[in-house]
């Protein structure tokens, strides 16, 4: 079945710092890959998503490149700041199932 | 306007109490979800709904009972909570694999 393997946390840096967050997944076919962000106390929200091979997707100075022969997703941002503490999760779905599913999440701490 | 509403968003209990959580979208979505989150952050499905009829069950306990009552409406009934129940349950709904989520329901059992 389909799966998501990401980096496990947790993950503490300086403001500033370069984060990247490794993701790869198995999935038959040709799934949408996504980025979902948790900030403390709230539900989880899309950050960006990619739908084919070689797409990337970006918001809020994070990147994320569809790489099919590598069957990653990696997330990227090259200056964190404190408000991007938070907990990352990478996740696909498939055009004819119902199902979104997740990576383990990686808990990110970005310090002062 | 809140698009995936659920209520409550903190709910205390005893053991073998029945409780149910609620969740609306108005977002227009054909698919709707359970999800947990334990206290690691991990996610895991519990149910998907697709225009009001059930999808997926993830070998979730029988004393779980999702309802919908219409395709925007996915609620959730537990019978005879458990200490393990305790947990952050999210419901969801999407439409071409992009998902939007409740705030969650913190339910810890005692």
């Known amino acids: 079945g389909d799966s998501v393997t990401q980096m496990e946390g947790p993950v503490t840096l300086s403001e500033e710092a370069f984060l990247t967050i490794n993701c790869t997944y198995t999935?038959?076919?040709?799934?949408?890959l996504f980025w979902y962000v948790q900030y403390p106390g709230e539900g989880l929200q899309l950050l960006l998503k990619?739908?084919?091979?070689?797409d990337k997707g970006s918001n809020k100075g994070f990147e994320a490149t569809y790489r099919k022969e590598t069957t990653s997703f990696h997330l990227e941002k090259g200056s964190v700041q404190v408000s991007d503490s938070a907990v990352y999760f990478c996740a696909l779905s498939r055009s004819n199932d119902y199902k979104l599913s997740f990576g383990a999440g990686t808990t990110v701490t970005v310090r002062a | 306007d809140t698009a995936v509403s659920q209520t409550p968003k903190y709910l205390v209990t005893q053991m073998g109490n029945d409780k149910s959580i609620k969740c609306e979208q108005n977002?227009?979505?054909?698919?709707m979800y359970w999800y947990k989150q334990d206290s690691k952050k991990f996610l895991k499905i519990m149910f998907s709904y697709n225009n009001k009829e059930l999808i997926i069950n993830e070998t979730v306990p029988n004393r779980f009972s999702p309802k919908s009552p219409d395709k925007a409406h996915l609620n959730l009934h537990i019978n005879s909570l458990e200490l393990g129940d305790s947990a952050v349950y999210f419901c969801a709904s999407s439409q071409r694999g992009l998902a939007f989520f409740g705030q969650g329901t913190r339910l810890t059992v005692v």
């Open positions: 999935a038959t076919g040709y799934p949408s």
């Open positions: 990619a739908t084919k091979a070689d």
């Open positions: 977002l227009g979505h054909d698919t």
